[in-house]
């Protein structure tokens, strides 16, 4: 009989590390560029054609953009009800499509109904895509690699903010019904490419090492949980206003135009785009507490430079580095959960969409209550920054608690753990 001659290049059977599932993760980043990077961030450079071509007056224009967050609530909250009754390939597969449509629905405005419609279906498919693309594909990747994984799917939303300040303006030269057009047909691409992607069911649960840095009393986090959706609705309250009012500040509050206002926007997408990757490397290497308060601290930082500062040099770096929060800080709060029930997976994805719904609501509150603050201050663009970095301060501050009531726990489970011995 012959025999094999085993390959020396090649450890055997369990020592071999499993394969990066790429395919998946590019379909997952597919789809936050869709329905995330593309139906939520396109839409503000395109509020000025708008107005200008007399579509919709300017009050109703701003309302519609409202649509797609009250969207991506309620698909934040249909995600997992959905799941139980169809496959979560299935239903990413419709949810792109149906965001994809929406921008081809866009390109008519029939009535303002109609247009409302449309804006809100992009944003339940940007909510139910968040809830289910990292429940759907990160449980087919090593563990050691979740970070850079969670940061390769969420590169997408990132990806449609450079394309809001890039691809459409070119788009926008063809007229304003082509600029809808050729982005339901660039989603329609991107759908395509997605398609066969998808894991066909979720990967066996591994049996994780349950660590004192990675797990908590009994693998029930309970307090260490809940302190974390405080620290997840904190950081979309504080990332919001420089979101909202970037442009504006460089364009009106500082003086330099709408040329300059724009490119500081540009370079807020080049942040977004680092900032999931390079934010997932960082944590697989470090640890996502470590990383999360870090990046957090960054933040903070920053926001204030912004304060204080009217040098518009200054204000473009920090536009960099602010841009790389919102996506970036996904992965680490994934990670931050996949830590917290290492051996739950169901546990993981019930906390991820009460995260979801959580950072959708509040986030959805924090931009009418700035708009609100702004309206009421005079239109003090650099108020709007400090309160932001308010909040992004007690996020820090609450992750330090957290740590602490979780570093406790597992002093009181090890010391039940000696009195059993």
Known sequence: MKTETPDPARPPGPAHAPAIPWAAIIAGLCASLVAIGLARFAYPPLIPPLIEAHWFAASDVVYLGAANLAGYLVGALLGRPIARDFSNRAILRVMMLVASLAFLGCAFPLSILW????????????????????????????????????????????????????????????????????????????TAVSWFGWPAAAAPAAAPVQTPATSTAGGKPGLPLNMLYVEYALMATGFVPMMVFLVDFVARGLGQGAHIGSLCWVLYGLGAIAGPVSYGFIADRIGFGPALRAVLLVQVAVMLVCVSTGNVIIIGIASVLIGSFPAGMVPLMLGRMHDMMPHDQAAQNLAWSRATITFALFQALSAYTYSYLFNHSGGNHQLMFA?????????????????????????????????EV
Do not use: K, Y
């Not at 944003?123 to 289910?132: E, F, Q, R, S, Y």
């Not at 990132?158 to 989603?187: D, K």
């Not at 501050?397 to 002093?411: E, K, S």
């Open 115 to 190: 247009f409302f419609g449309w804006r809100f279906a992009s944003g339940v498919a940007g909510g139910t895509i968040m809830v289910l693309v990292a429940a759907t594909v990160l449980p087919h990747v090593p563990a050691a690699r979740r970070g850079m994984a969670g940061g390769a799917i969420f590169l997408g939303a990132g990806m449609g903010v450079a394309a809001s300040g890039t691809v459409v303006p070119l788009l926008l030269e063809l007229g304003l019904r082509q600029t809808w057009i050729g982005l339901g047909l660039l989603s329609l691409v991107l």
């Open 387 to 419: 309160i932001g970095a308010g909040a992004i301060a007690l996020a820090f501050a609450v992750d330090m608690v957290m740590a602490g009531v979780a570093a406790r726990q597992m002093r009181n489970v090890g010391a039940g753990l000696q009195q």
